[in-house]
Every structure is written in C-alpha cells, then in structure tokens.
C-alpha cells in the first residue's frame, strides 16, 4: 500500500509540469501584445497632424495599458513557474530580477490585483477622455466595475495583512 501512495504523491507532484505551457501560454500572449503595442505606436505616430491632445492622450494611454499589461504577464509567468512548476537556474544572471524568487503566491495576488486596478483606472480615464462616446450607463459601470477592483484590491491587502499578522503571533507564541 506505501508503493501506491508513494505513486500516487509521485505524480501529484509531477502534475505541476501541466502548467508549463499554459506559462508559454502566456508569452506567445506577450507576442500578441506586443503587436498590438506596435499597431497603436504606429497609428497614434501617423495621426498625429490631425490628432487633437485628447486622441494623443487616449493613444498614449493605450500603449500605457499594454505595457502594464505586459509587466503583469512577466510576473505572472516567472514567479508563477518558479512558485508552482520550478526553479529557474539562472545562476547569477546579470540580469536576474531581484523579485524573481521573492515574490510568492500571495505577494503575487496583490501584484495582479494592483494591476488590475491600474489598468482598470487608465480604461476608466481614456473613457472620460471620450467622454461624448459613453452613455451615461456604460460610464456608470465602468466607474462601478473600478470602484469593486479598487475595493476587491484593498480587501485582499487586509486579509493578507492580517494573515501575516496572525502568523508572526502564532510563531512567537509558539516559541
């Protein structure tokens, strides 16, 4: 019965490779981004002589959100992988991040939902930059879809404070 179990823990534990292509995954998304990110440079370079400020702003803002977008995947694939699949043996790359390694899971839900946040407020300024193209509907739920990020956002920030308040007490009374 131990060789079963022992089995059983042995490919449990081997499952976490399952996630190693949904982190490619996410870099061929990088890739569509990053097209995406070209796209947008070049219209908004291409526009700018009948351009007003608010289109400039509005394009500027789109190639904002794709980057934050792009950083969010970056951490989400490095500190996803090293926390669920593996380490990456890098050595001492020069240019190892010093996060990488650092950030576990819950350091990496308040880095996604911080992100979220962002990328939410900048679709909700590029909205008041168009203002004239939302109805007063559409406007109300994007402010009440960022409003639940921003106070999702702080929630998960307060339990991951208290937990790690908890824990700190539940060690040194342990001791």
Known sequence: MKRVETFFEGLLFASRWLMAPVYFGLVIAML???FKFGKELLTLALSLSEA???NIITGVLTLVDVALIMNLLIIIIFSGYENFVSKMDLGNHE???EWMGHIGF???KIKVIGSIVAISGIELL???MNVDEY???QLAWLIGLHVTFVFSGVMYALMDRLGHSSSK???SSDE
């Open 32 to 34: 569509i981004l990053l």
């Open 52 to 54: 007003t400020s608010g």
């Open 95 to 97: 240019d190892r991040p």
């Open 106 to 108: 819950s350091d990496l």
């Open 126 to 128: 590029k909205a008041f």
């Open 135 to 137: 109805t007063d509907k």
């Open 169 to 171: 007490k539940t060690k």
